[in-house]
């Protein structure tokens, strides 16, 4: 079950929302001075239709949660028959030739073929479809899962987002907002595939720590 | 029980990487493998290099690649997404 049937009435990590702005700060170079003539930057907002919470549940409060936005599944994923299959996969470890493309496959060495199951796209984790989200053409297939990248993590400030004890007395519009609640199994593999992305060490630390 | 003589002399040298009589000194010493080998580093307590004090061929049974693997499969290249 990917998502629960019966979800709370506050918002828990890994939610899908609606309703909230996220925005882009682009600059062309580090904002060392503010009396540089140069200064240039670029600031976009965005309205997604969906976003998911990234703040671990225990954090949520304090009027401001991290989200991603849900976006579309890219269509290069499907030229794996694994993930074509099912694009959940890409949110649980596998092995190596489960991982890679059929054409690339080719190119590895036995031994390489041989490795051990670990996440591959470790910036990514699939939604799957819901009633909730809109169809979209991939590839020559019509799907409503979606996407989340964790490079695109947002705060947003509301004085409405509150600890969970005060929400369920004070609710309103921020449980309107929520959509979707995740199954206590797939807010784990969220949980572990996030925590994996940010604890991965560098090879040359590694080398160090030992 | 006696040791077995291969330990002592020439054989025991043999078993040693180059330049493995260096002295002891207020550094730590890290093993960093690079192909085939072995390689001994120095660092200070802030972790500058200081210096190669011993090159060994690696006998581990495990591959260069596999020594260095890292812990997730590198196919991000293989889904970048095409020109429309």
Redesign the interface.
């Known amino acids: 079950m990917f998502y629960e049937t019966k979800p709370e009435k506050v918002l828990r990590f890994g939610d899908v929302i609606k309703g909230y702005a996220t925005t882009d700060f682009a600059i062309n170079e580090p904002v060392l001075s503010l009396k540089n003539e140069s200064l240039n930057y670029k600031i976009n907002i965005e309205m997604p239709d969906y976003c998911v919470i990234l703040t671990p549940c225990c954090e949520i409060g304090n009027s401001m949660i991290s989200v991603s936005p849900l976006t579309q599944i890219k269509s290069v994923f499907l030229k794996n028959p694994y993930f074509a299959e099912d694009l959940l996969r890409i949110n649980r470890e596998m092995t190596p030739e489960q991982a890679y493309p059929p054409e690339n496959l080719e190119k590895l060495s036995p031994e390489e073929k041989e490795g051990k199951r670990q996440y591959a796209l470790v910036d990514c984790f699939v939604y799957k479809e819901n009633e909730f989200f809109d169809e979209y053409p991939l590839r020559n297939k019509d799907i409503r899962d979606y996407m989340i990248n964790f490079k695109y993590i947002y705060k947003i400030k509301c004085p409405l987002i509150k600890r969970p004890e005060e929400t369920l007395t004070e609710g309103g519009l921020i449980i309107n907002s929520k959509v979707l609640q995740l199954s206590v199994q797939t807010r784990k593999e969220l949980r572990d595939k996030l925590a994996y992305y940010y604890g991965r060490t560098p090879k040359e630390d590694a080398i160090i720590l030992g | 029980m006696d040791l077995p003589t291969k330990d002592y002399g020439y054989d025991k040298e043999n078993l040693q990487g180059t330049g493995g009589c260096d002295k002891p000194g207020d550094y730590k010493t890290?093993?960093?493998?690079f192909d085939k080998y072995q390689i001994k580093i120095n660092?200070s307590s802030t972790?500058e290099f200081l210096g190669i004090s011993e090159v060994n061929i690696n006998k581990d049974f495990l591959?260069y690649?596999?020594k260095?693997?890292?812990?997730?499969?590198d196919?991000?290249k293989?889904?970048?997404?095409?020109d429309k």
């Open positions: 890290i093993l960093y493998p660092l972790n591959s690649k596999q260095i693997s890292q812990g997730f499969h196919v991000d293989f889904y970048k997404e095409e």
